[in-house]
């Protein structure tokens, strides 16, 4: 990879010699390899066995997860949070493996729509929970620094499954309760 970006540097018109550049290409294959890190997670490991019987059958939240990915388009970020809710089916999920699998969907060439369906079945997958319900909110570089460049727009996505998309007070308690 770094054969590749050395010769990106040379096509945009830079001098990869140069002082400021010597060392980019390692720099930034280093950075795309952690960026890019959910394609080298499964969701067994990240859960790691952190699953726990629970006699609850009331709604989980876990609010504003930041998260940080890159969009498949253009190969830059958006980024933003993420609101995940939950009824138990018996089970319950460690708290910080909720963020953790929003990580690991989120460090892959992504689209937001994609993303936030990704950690809805994930969680109904894992947890067989009654239900799941995921909102995320992003801003897209690629619509601000390019394109039309609308600094302040946001792209709301949701994901609800099971009784979150079967149940409408149980969607109206879950959107009540991120906001």
Request: aromatic share 6%; with cysteine.
């Given at each position: 990879m770094k054969q590749q970006i050395h010769d990106l540097l040379v096509?945009?018109?830079e001098d990869p010699t140069r002082e400021g550049l010597i060392d980019t290409p390692a720099r930034v294959e280093k950075s795309l390899r952690?960026?890019?890190?959910g394609y080298t997670q499964t969701l067994e490991k990240v859960v790691n066995g952190a699953l726990f019987e629970a006699e609850s059958d009331d709604m989980v939240i876990v609010r504003d997860i930041e998260f940080f990915s890159l969009c498949e388009h253009h190969m830059l970020p958006f980024f933003g949070k993420c609101h995940v809710g939950y009824i138990p089916n018996g089970k319950i999920i460690g708290v910080s493996k909720v963020a953790r699998i929003v990580d690991m969907f989120a460090r892959r060439l992504q689209v937001q729509e994609r993303l936030t369906k990704q950690i809805s079945e994930a969680l109904l997958s894992i947890l067989g929970a009654q239900g799941v319900g995921v909102v995320m909110e992003a801003q897209h570089l690629c619509m601000q620094m390019r394109?039309?460049?609308k600094q302040?727009?946001?792209m709301t996505?949701?994901?609800m499954v099971g009784s979150f998309r079967r149940e409408l007070a149980t969607r109206n308690e879950f959107?009540?309760?991120i906001r």
């Amino acid at each position: 990879m770094k054969q590749q970006i050395h010769d990106l540097l040379v096509e945009m018109g830079e001098d990869p010699t140069r002082e400021g550049l010597i060392d980019t290409p390692a720099r930034v294959e280093k950075s795309l390899r952690y960026l890019t890190r959910g394609y080298t997670q499964t969701l067994e490991k990240v859960v790691n066995g952190a699953l726990f019987e629970a006699e609850s059958d009331d709604m989980v939240i876990v609010r504003d997860i930041e998260f940080f990915s890159l969009c498949e388009h253009h190969m830059l970020p958006f980024f933003g949070k993420c609101h995940v809710g939950y009824i138990p089916n018996g089970k319950i999920i460690g708290v910080s493996k909720v963020a953790r699998i929003v990580d690991m969907f989120a460090r892959r060439l992504q689209v937001q729509e994609r993303l936030t369906k990704q950690i809805s079945e994930a969680l109904l997958s894992i947890l067989g929970a009654q239900g799941v319900g995921v909102v995320m909110e992003a801003q897209h570089l690629c619509m601000q620094m390019r394109g039309v460049e609308k600094q302040h727009s946001v792209m709301t996505t949701s994901s609800m499954v099971g009784s979150f998309r079967r149940e409408l007070a149980t969607r109206n308690e879950f959107t009540r309760l991120i906001r």
